[in-house]
């Protein structure tokens, strides 16, 4: 195994803790949240210490921390405080380079909507606005604010209920569901960085308890230490439902291409032969063939 680098977070500046975390807890969804405070002005930030943590009650918690540079709170916290509600927009692709700009420390009462060029639609049930161009908003009524700490660095958890939820027809699919594939999400890494969900980034996986699959425990020990299948192809291995039995391991090893990796005298290229194969089927989508391959003895 690699060298580990072991940092104690009480030895290290919290700048520097900051740089890690962000870096290492990625990518993140950004919250991109509208408030207002007592006298009708409206602020517009986005943050991406930022979650949904619960359906029933419907529940999304971000956290607009206190600065670490001079531990000052932020006006979305303080707007909060004083008027607790918001609309939570989401962002893709399209607005993300204005909802950075967003972001600028601008004076109070300085309204970042019209900072960033983004259209202000009135909400229905909250007195925040929502951004007209974000693909998804939830209005929110916060039902808990969790200070976690009075220095600088210290999150102030926002704990929202979403009470109405606004979703742009275009990314709807015909079944009435969200369309992943046009949503084009961004996410927050570290630093500068950003990562967005669209074309190869996305793929899919089948959750394990739709199958129960057998696990990678039940694979033969050659398998689980294979060189050549990586730990993704093993845990797609684990999920399947069964393993093979005696009629679809012999099917397999009739196979001209297999009984040509059986006929290799040596042992471990018998076994790289075998593995490589599987993977190949792994990689084309035939788990089931690829699972009776690694059974044969």
Known sequence: MDKVVTIDPNE??????????????????????????PDGNINLSPFSFFNVFSANPPIMIFSPARRGRDNTTKHTYENIKAVPETVINIVNYTMVEQTSLASTEYDRGVNEFQKAG?????????????????????????DQVIELGDQGGAGNLIISRVVLIHIQQEYLS?????????????????????????????????KPQMSKGIGVDQLPV??????????????RLGNTPKIPGKDEIEKVRSLPEVQHILDQ???GLRQDGL???????????ETEKALALLFIE
């Open 275 to 285: 593995h490589s194969m599987a993977k190949d089927l792994l990689e084309a989508g």
């Open 12 to 37: 290290i500046t919290t700048a520097q803790l900051h740089g890690y975390l962000l870096a290492a807890v990625a990518p993140r969804p950004v919250a991109f949240a509208s408030t207002v405070d």
């Open 222 to 235: 050659s398998v689980q230490n294979s060189r050549i299948l990586t730990g993704n192809l093993l845990g």
């Open 265 to 267: 005298r040596d042992s």
């Open 118 to 142: 983004f259209t202000e639609v009135a909400s229905e049930k909250v007195k925040p606005p929502r951004v007209g161009e974000a693909p998804v908003s939830f209005e929110c009524v916060v």
């Open 174 to 206: 015909g079944n009435g569901r969200i369309d992943t594939t046009e949503l084009d999400l961004i996410g927050r890494m570290g630093g500068n960085w950003y990562c967005r969900a669209s074309g190869q980034a996305l793929f899919e996986i089948p």
